[in-house]
């Protein structure tokens, strides 16, 4: 893919003398081979195979005659898996030391860098990424691109795991897995042994480097080694299987727990498991240790238990146990509530005065009603006789007010009843008086 550029001959003559000076190449020649002016003489091609986390060097030897660097835009591009990669704006070379024009980093991987004296791509370190088919181009302004051949970049993995196998804790009577995965070039052989030779026990087994537990068992438990081959050697890994029971409460706290003032609060908190769980309280979310908590009240128990004595207004929250191990970890909360025996005693004080209030009024209340009741009925019976000694003499008018009289105690509106007692009053402390005086004479 060799793009050429026709320029007139004797400037391409001059500017090949000075560019190829030292190169033996008589101006006759060039001018046969003619319009070569611009040309990339080596780049990238056929197959480059390294390891990984070795330096390569892709070279992009190319031909550029100054009359371009001075007065054209020149771009030297990278180009990976048709993808701009690298590029470079050449400029003027013409002996003034102009700052650098322009570099533009498609992908910032200092990893890989351009080489501005000679155009070659510089890896410092090739990954596995890194593979690909490689090609660099000159790009002058208002010509065609001029295109190197295209070479390919493969890469030797190194024989690794990926990830490292880890130590694992397997919960007992679960079906679990444990993965072993290696990259390299070739892909290796993965498989699982236990120790270091010996064959996998039963109800284990591997496919392709992950070991499969049906119902993990105490008898599974031990070191396990994963190897991993292939043309480039063999390594291997050993971890250690453990076999597990997840904590969990075999007495759980449980509440709302309510305690008075000054008493003692017990919480329960138990736990199961392998290894054996440990047990450790909080209050609202921070754990109770000895520098937050009085010793004389805070006391935990050998079997769990949480034991707080004189309790204080200030003990009432929610309290957790956490049970712990290996294994996991787990955590129930209970609601402390801390009874005021000092309010709930007042309270009954109030309450009993309050009653004893009601009562003594009700009583009050009831023994006046009943004695102007009967006052008044005393009265009535004296006005009856009296009437009836001059009931001769005393005409209808009368009778009315009689009638009058005679029905005003049998008045129920609410809003007069108020009013109705209020006259009864003054009316009962005149009826009152009278019979003092009545009785008096009596
Ligand atoms: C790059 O482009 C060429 C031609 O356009 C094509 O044949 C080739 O498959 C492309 N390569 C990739 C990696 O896309
Ligand atoms: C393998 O699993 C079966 C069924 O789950 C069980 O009966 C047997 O005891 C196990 N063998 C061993 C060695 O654990
Ligand atoms: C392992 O993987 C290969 C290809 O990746 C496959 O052909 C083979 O069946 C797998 N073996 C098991 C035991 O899964
Ligand atoms: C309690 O306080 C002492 C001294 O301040 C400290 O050394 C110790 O670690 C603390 N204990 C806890 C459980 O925080
Ligand atoms: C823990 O021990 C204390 C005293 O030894 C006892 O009162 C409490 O009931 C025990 N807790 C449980 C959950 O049995
Ligand atoms: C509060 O009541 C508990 C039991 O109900 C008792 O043990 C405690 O002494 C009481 N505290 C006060 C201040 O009366």
């Not at 075999?250 to 769980?277: F, L, N, R, W, Y």
């Not at 009836?388 to 009058?404: N, P, T």
Request: aromatic letters at 4%.
């Amino acid at each position: 893919m060799k793009s050429e550029i026709k320029i007139s001959s004797i400037l391409s003559c001059s500017a090949l003398l000075i560019l190829l000076s030292s190169g033996g190449v008589s101006c006759a020649r060039a001018a046969a081979s003619s319009q070569t002016d611009v040309s990339i003489t080596r780049g990238p091609n056929g197959l480059t195979t390294v390891k990984e986390q070795s330096s390569l060097e892709l070279p992009c030897v190319y031909q550029l005659p100054d009359v371009y660097r001075q007065s054209n835009s020149v771009i030297l591009r990278w180009r990976k898996d048709n993808k701009t990669l690298r590029q470079w704006e050449l400029g003027q070379v013409s002996g003034t030391n102009h700052e650098p024009q322009l570099e533009t980093m498609v992908r910032e991987d200092a990893r890989i860098a351009l080489n501005k004296e000679t155009g070659s791509l510089h890896f410092g370190s090739v990954l596995a990424s890194d593979a690909g088919v490689y090609q660099c181009q000159l790009l002058v302004e208002g010509q065609s691109p001029v295109s190197s051949g295209s070479g390919s970049l493969e890469v030797i993995e190194q024989l690794k795991f990926m990830p490292q196998p880890t130590s694992k804790n397997l919960e007992l009577g679960s079906v679990s897995k444990v993965h072993c995965k290696a990259q390299g070039t070739p892909t290796p052989q993965v498989k699982w042994m236990r120790e270091t030779q010996l064959p996998l026990p039963q109800n284990v087994s591997d496919h392709n480097g992950t070991l499969i537990f049906r119902g993990v068992s105490n008898e599974q438990r031990g070191q396990y080694t994963c190897v991993a081959s292939n043309s480039q050697g063999q390594i291997s890994a050993t971890v250690a299987i453990n076999v597990v029971v997840a904590p969990k409460f075999s007495v759980p706290p449980v509440g709302p727990i309510e305690v008075s003032e000054e008493d003692i609060a017990v919480m329960h908190c138990q736990a199961t498991g392998e290894p054996k769980p440990t047990i450790r309280w909080d209050k609202d979310l921070t754990y109770l240790n000895e520098n937050n908590t009085d010793p004389a009240r805070f006391r935990l128990l050998e079997n769990g238990t949480l034991e707080i004595r004189n309790v204080q207004a200030e003990d009432e929250g929610n309290y957790g146990c956490t049970i712990g191990s290996s294994a996991g970890l787990k955590r129930e909360e209970v609601l402390l509530v801390v009874r005021s025996n000092k309010s709930a005693s007042n309270s009954i004080v109030t309450r009993i005065i309050i009653v004893i209030i009601c009562l003594a009024f009700l009583y009050f209340v009831l023994v006046l009603g009943l004695k102007l009741w009967y006052r008044y009925r005393r009265h009535m019976g004296k006005v009856q006789l009296e009437d009836g000694a001059h009931a001769a003499a005393i005409d209808g008018h009368e009778g009315d007010h009689h009638d009058h009289a005679e029905h005003e105690p049998c008045l129920t509106e609410a809003n007069n009843s108020s009013k109705n007692l209020k006259s009864k009053l003054r009316e009962s402390t005149i009826l009152e008086q009278e019979s003092q005086v009545a009785d008096d004479i009596v």
